[in-house]
């Protein structure tokens, strides 16, 4: 598992980010306090996995995770 660094790669981070809000109608999801985190990113060949967690969704009240998939320079990968 490795980590994307906002600072050091802020491009992803936007890439991300943004694929997550467009998901999910909004990034931020709040409900009971809780909202979406970002959990680490994985390389898996080509592309690189990245996982966010939402630990009282606001559809479901119950714990959700999305993966976003991207290629290594940022291109999103649809599922």
Do not use: D
């Not at 970002?38 to 939402?54: V, W």
Request: aromatic residues 12%; glycine residues 8%.
């Amino acid at each position: 598992m490795m980590w994307i660094n906002k600072s050091e790669m802020p491009y992803l981070w936007e890439v991300i980010w943004s694929e997550l809000a467009s998901l999910e109608g909004g990034c931020v999801g709040e409900n009971k306090g809780e909202v979406w985190q970002y959990m680490g990113s994985k390389i898996e060949g080509e592309r690189l996995t990245h996982t966010f967690r939402h630990r009282c969704h606001p559809r479901s009240f119950n714990l959700e995770y999305r993966h976003i998939s991207t290629t290594l320079t940022g291109e999103v990968i649809q599922q």
